[in-house]
């Protein structure tokens, strides 16, 4: 069962045209990555296989074939087109973990538009500033949202239809248009856009430390990445029952919860519902997970609640486990041995790179706390950060770096081609983490490079936060900083100055509070507010978030003289 074994051999004569060949990639002039998550797998002989096992919150379950999957979004498709939309038309999904959500992905990629996941818990300034900036022309939600998107629709001229696909008997409004997929017009052959590789396909904001949050923008051949990654990284087959927990609203839930999953013919299960540890333990057990991939809060969470929960259940089905989206710490690789009977296997990328570029592969020798080796393929190094050269000394902290040109590679921020070029240095890919390289070429993570804050896996951009608080009328400036936190590895921190004539106080910290709530999503929502006479600033009046995050972490502030004279 699984690739291992046969890893190490093939890693020796890897080349991405691997990828292509079992793909058949490109065959008879298709290269829209949707064919290859449905119709192929059926044409394969497939059809029957269920592609997806959803349960919602309350307990209720659907299951979806191959088929299902490939008719559903041809229909959604076809519905697209019969509204006028046009190829690389960006249509937005914002939706909770419904099959809809994961079946229009495909069928908005199959009459050529540019599909933009957005996280359905995202308040109404966060999804404003991502649509506004990718110019969207429909969005495809649920009453239980569309609220949200009614408050800014006058705001953003271009968004010309809303999707609602629970709607049933309610009234809408205006451009508000029902479409349920399971009573749609099925489509037994509908004609895919014939996309080139280079055609955009998904579109996936992510938060940098400043400006608002930019789109990074992917292509059809990133499947090439995303389909041998997903096999040999995660070591999907055809027999596994795989469980991604990652929401499709951020990149691991369409790269490795859509689109790698389904190229590959896996079943997948999903459970739309927040964390539980005996509902996560049960739906393992229930669907006899075989593989899983998670993130480490999730995990120091169920290592809160200790062996006793996983004893309750029987997690033999488990084959192989492997974490992404924050540092893993040693502890938990060590607590999954022990309880699980095998290592979590840590996994590291990026939004911008679209798969996995440094893992733990199965089979591979796990040395707890490392990210393991870059993927077959992948020339990964740390540079040093003033002439971004290579370190060649074992153990010396460098920027981690990548060599341009892996098929998943971002090809551009959307309309921001001058911050997508500032991301190269020395003909690499700067990631913007640093990270030591040991003696086996094992990368150690050690942080981010810059202000952003990771919590819980989920990249939060301090100038939304800071933005935000400003528009309160008590507030005169802010800084949004990570502090540490025992689950979330960090959570968000404000430090706010008063305008004159304001006094710090509990009523107007819950003032504040609930005045950006409506704003931000739960995510970014400051855990604790700090009132400050002044923000510590540079020469030229830039704040220096770094010297207050070093004060929350207990470390050295470090060298603060470029900081001064910025
Ligand atoms: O800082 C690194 C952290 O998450 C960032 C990428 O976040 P995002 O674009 O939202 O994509 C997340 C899922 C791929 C990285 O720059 N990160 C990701 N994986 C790891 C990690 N930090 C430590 N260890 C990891 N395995």
Same mark, same amino acid.
């Given at each position: 069962m699984g690739n291992i074994g046969s890893y190490e051999e093939k890693y020796k004569n890897f080349e991405w045209q691997l990828s292509v060949k079992e793909l058949e990639y490109g065959k008879d002039g298709m290269y829209n990555l949707a064919y290859y998550c449905s119709e192929r797998i059926c044409e394969k002989?497939? *059809?029957?296989?269920? *592609?997806l096992i959803w349960e919602g919150f309350q307990g209720n379950k659907k299951k979806y074939t191959y088929n299902d999957i490939r008719l559903y979004s041809n229909a959604i498709a076809q519905f697209l087109l019969d509204n006028g939309i046009k190829p690389e038309e960006r249509i937005c999904l914002f939706m909770d973990r419904i099959p809809e959500l994961y079946i229009s992905f495909l069928g908005v990629l199959k009459m050529g538009g540019i599909v933009q996941p957005l996280f359905s818990a995202f308040g109404e300034e966060a999804l404003f500033t991502r649509l506004e900036d990718a110019s969207t022309c429909a969005i495809f939600t649920t009453m239980k949202h569309i609220r949200k998107v009614r408050k800014i629709l006058h705001k953003l001229p271009d968004l010309k239809y809303i999707f609602v696909v629970d709607a049933g008997n309610k009234k809408l409004e205006k451009f508000e248009i029902s479409f349920n997929m399971e009573k749609a017009q099925l489509n037994e052959k509908f004609d895919i856009y014939k996309a080139g590789p280079e055609f955009p396909s998904v579109l996936h904001y992510t938060s940098g430390t400043t400006g608002k949050p930019k789109g990074a923008m992917h292509v059809h051949s990133s499947l090439i990445a995303q389909h041998i990654t997903a096999k040999w990284a995660l070591d999907l087959t055809t027999d596994d029952i795989y469980w991604c927990t990652a929401d499709p609203g951020w990149v691991t839930g369409t790269s490795y919860g859509i689109i790698g999953p389904w190229a590959s013919g896996v079943t997948q299960v999903v459970l739309d519902s927040g964390f539980n540890t005996d509902k996560w333990y049960s739906f393992i057990e229930r669907h006899k997970v075989t593989i899983w991939y998670t993130a480490p809060t999730a995990i120091r969470l169920l290592m809160k609640e200790g062996a006793g929960p996983v004893k309750a259940h029987d997690m033999s089905c488990l084959r192989h486990l492997i974490s992404v989206g924050e540092p893993l710490n040693a502890e938990a690789v060590i607590w999954s041995q022990e309880v699980f009977k095998k290592p979590f296997h840590d996994s590291y990328w990026q939004t911008e790179t679209g798969a996995i570029v440094i893992t733990n592969f199965p089979g591979m020798t796990v040395k707890p706390g490392s990210m393991g080796t870059p993927f077959p393929g992948i020339t990964a190094v740390v540079v040093d950060p003033k002439k971004f050269e290579p370190i060649e000394t074992a153990g010396t902290v460098g920027l981690i770096a990548l060599k341009p040109g892996?098929?998943?590679?971002?090809?551009?921020?959307w309309n921001n081609k001058k911050l997508y070029d500032e991301k190269f240095k020395n003909g690499w890919y700067i990631c913007g983490d640093r990270a030591s390289i040991d003696n086996e070429g094992y990368f150690w993570f050690m942080g981010r490079d810059d202000d952003v804050i990771n919590t819980a896996g989920h990249l939060v951009g301090p100038f939304e936060i800071e933005s935000a608080l400003l528009e309160h009328p008590a507030v005169a400036e802010s800084a949004a900083v990570g502090k540490p936190d025992p689950v979330n590895m960090e959570v968000v921190k404000a430090f706010i100055a008063l305008k004159p004539g304001h006094e710090p106080n509990a009523d107007l910290e819950l003032d504040i509070m609930n005045f950006i709530r409506k704003k931000l999503s739960p995510l970014a929502m400051p855990q604790a507010i700090e009132f400050v006479s002044s923000l510590p600033k540079t020469r030229s009046g830039k704040i220096m978030r770094r010297m207050l995050r070093a004060k929350e972490w207990g470390e050295e502030i470090g060298d603060t003289s470029t900081l001064e004279n910025d």
């Amino acid at each position: 069962m699984g690739n291992i074994g046969s890893y190490e051999e093939k890693y020796k004569n890897f080349e991405w045209q691997l990828s292509v060949k079992e793909l058949e990639y490109g065959k008879d002039g298709m290269y829209n990555l949707a064919y290859y998550c449905s119709e192929r797998i059926c044409e394969k002989g497939m *059809a029957d296989k269920t *592609a997806l096992i959803w349960e919602g919150f309350q307990g209720n379950k659907k299951k979806y074939t191959y088929n299902d999957i490939r008719l559903y979004s041809n229909a959604i498709a076809q519905f697209l087109l019969d509204n006028g939309i046009k190829p690389e038309e960006r249509i937005c999904l914002f939706m909770d973990r419904i099959p809809e959500l994961y079946i229009s992905f495909l069928g908005v990629l199959k009459m050529g538009g540019i599909v933009q996941p957005l996280f359905s818990a995202f308040g109404e300034e966060a999804l404003f500033t991502r649509l506004e900036d990718a110019s969207t022309c429909a969005i495809f939600t649920t009453m239980k949202h569309i609220r949200k998107v009614r408050k800014i629709l006058h705001k953003l001229p271009d968004l010309k239809y809303i999707f609602v696909v629970d709607a049933g008997n309610k009234k809408l409004e205006k451009f508000e248009i029902s479409f349920n997929m399971e009573k749609a017009q099925l489509n037994e052959k509908f004609d895919i856009y014939k996309a080139g590789p280079e055609f955009p396909s998904v579109l996936h904001y992510t938060s940098g430390t400043t400006g608002k949050p930019k789109g990074a923008m992917h292509v059809h051949s990133s499947l090439i990445a995303q389909h041998i990654t997903a096999k040999w990284a995660l070591d999907l087959t055809t027999d596994d029952i795989y469980w991604c927990t990652a929401d499709p609203g951020w990149v691991t839930g369409t790269s490795y919860g859509i689109i790698g999953p389904w190229a590959s013919g896996v079943t997948q299960v999903v459970l739309d519902s927040g964390f539980n540890t005996d509902k996560w333990y049960s739906f393992i057990e229930r669907h006899k997970v075989t593989i899983w991939y998670t993130a480490p809060t999730a995990i120091r969470l169920l290592m809160k609640e200790g062996a006793g929960p996983v004893k309750a259940h029987d997690m033999s089905c488990l084959r192989h486990l492997i974490s992404v989206g924050e540092p893993l710490n040693a502890e938990a690789v060590i607590w999954s041995q022990e309880v699980f009977k095998k290592p979590f296997h840590d996994s590291y990328w990026q939004t911008e790179t679209g798969a996995i570029v440094i893992t733990n592969f199965p089979g591979m020798t796990v040395k707890p706390g490392s990210m393991g080796t870059p993927f077959p393929g992948i020339t990964a190094v740390v540079v040093d950060p003033k002439k971004f050269e290579p370190i060649e000394t074992a153990g010396t902290v460098g920027l981690i770096a990548l060599k341009p040109g892996w098929p998943s590679m971002f090809r551009t921020y959307w309309n921001n081609k001058k911050l997508y070029d500032e991301k190269f240095k020395n003909g690499w890919y700067i990631c913007g983490d640093r990270a030591s390289i040991d003696n086996e070429g094992y990368f150690w993570f050690m942080g981010r490079d810059d202000d952003v804050i990771n919590t819980a896996g989920h990249l939060v951009g301090p100038f939304e936060i800071e933005s935000a608080l400003l528009e309160h009328p008590a507030v005169a400036e802010s800084a949004a900083v990570g502090k540490p936190d025992p689950v979330n590895m960090e959570v968000v921190k404000a430090f706010i100055a008063l305008k004159p004539g304001h006094e710090p106080n509990a009523d107007l910290e819950l003032d504040i509070m609930n005045f950006i709530r409506k704003k931000l999503s739960p995510l970014a929502m400051p855990q604790a507010i700090e009132f400050v006479s002044s923000l510590p600033k540079t020469r030229s009046g830039k704040i220096m978030r770094r010297m207050l995050r070093a004060k929350e972490w207990g470390e050295e502030i470090g060298d603060t003289s470029t900081l001064e004279n910025d």
